[in-house]
């Protein structure tokens, strides 16, 4: 399982990659607050030098504003200095010191501290390898709505993984993190939906499910969504579409997406795989619904 790999900067959680030009502070002023002391500018400060949000990326010197705010106990800056000694970020890795400060950021009730710390325990990571104290820091957040780790409380729940499986339940979570937009939550869910796992078996929703995923760019749901179209399965058979989704989930390194895709050029026309490989072409992932 994955820690969430996003970073908290003004009390939202800013996804790595998709920051735009409005998220960028006012450095000058921000500055100003954090040389003063400032416990949330100094944290913010940090996340502006490893992201490069109007900076040079600095992880060192991100590093060091982070350690200022989380002695002051600021929990945001507590989790940014976990994950920076989870990664090697600006500071040698030291696995011990993450889950110190996840620890502190999880126990003032930040619910992406939670997770990091369920993470941790799952990996084993700083800390002895236990599932059940994984799932129970990963119930603490999913039950306020943490996506992530309702994803993988469900995960938990589909496997065994600290508790006995329950595929009720591990659906139930899925869903709860599916409708929250988390990709792999609605590819886990379609597939649920796909084989009767924990739901009636439904075709047709199951599809629905794999399209949320893939058309958010995620490669097993548009591998999944391809198939469907291949067989026919909760749509109507349509191998121009099935080649597009196995195009697309390839384009990223799936080997089912290249497998799938070799598969139904084998009997389709020069003709319908040239318009697969044009709607591929022409295609954009949706936003997060």
């Not at 619910?111 to 104290?133: K, M, N």
């Not at 129970?136 to 780790?149: I, P, V």
């Not at 697309?248 to 997406?257: C, K, P, T, V, Y």
Request: hydrophobic residues 40%.
């Amino acid at each position: 399982m994955k820690r969430s790999s996003a970073l908290l900067l003004l009390g939202v959680l800013i996804s790595l990659g998709s920051t735009t030009s409005a998220q960028i502070p006012d450095l000058v002023e921000l500055r100003q607050r954090a040389t003063t002391g400032d416990a949330g500018a100094e944290n913010d400060l940090g996340v502006a030098y490893l992201e490069g949000l109007g900076l040079t990326k600095n992880p060192v010197e991100a590093v060091k504003w982070f350690q200022k705010a989380a002695l002051q106990g600021q929990a945001e800056a507590q989790l940014n200095l976990g994950d920076c000694y989870a990664d090697g970020k600006g500071i040698p890795k030291d696995p011990l010191q993450a889950v110190t400060w996840f620890r502190k950021a999880a126990d003032q009730g930040l619910l992406a501290a939670q997770h990091a710390l369920g993470v941790s325990y799952e990996r084993g990571e700083g800390v002895t390898l236990d599932f059940a104290e994984a799932l129970r820091w990963y119930r603490l957040a999913a039950g306020e709505g943490f996506a992530q780790s309702q994803y993988n409380l469900g995960y938990c729940y589909h496997w065994g993984r600290g508790t006995p499986k329950d595929l009720v339940q591990a659906t139930h979570w899925y869903l709860e993190a599916a409708k929250q937009g988390l990709v792999a939550a609605q590819s886990n869910l379609g597939y649920c939906f796909a084989n009767g796992l924990g739901v009636p078996k439904d075709l047709i929703r199951a599809a629905q499910w794999y399209r949320r995923a893939a058309e958010q760019g995620h490669a097993e749901g548009q591998v999944n969504l391809g198939t469907c179209y291949a067989q026919g399965k909760g749509v109507q058979q349509d191998l121009v579409m099935a080649c597009m989704w196995y195009r697309l989930a390839a384009a990223q390194g799936s080997a089912d997406g290249s497998t799938g895709q070799g598969i139904v050029e084998q009997i389709m026309t020069k003709e319908r795989i040239a318009e697969a490989k044009r709607l591929s072409a022409d295609w954009k992932p949706k936003a997060s619904e």
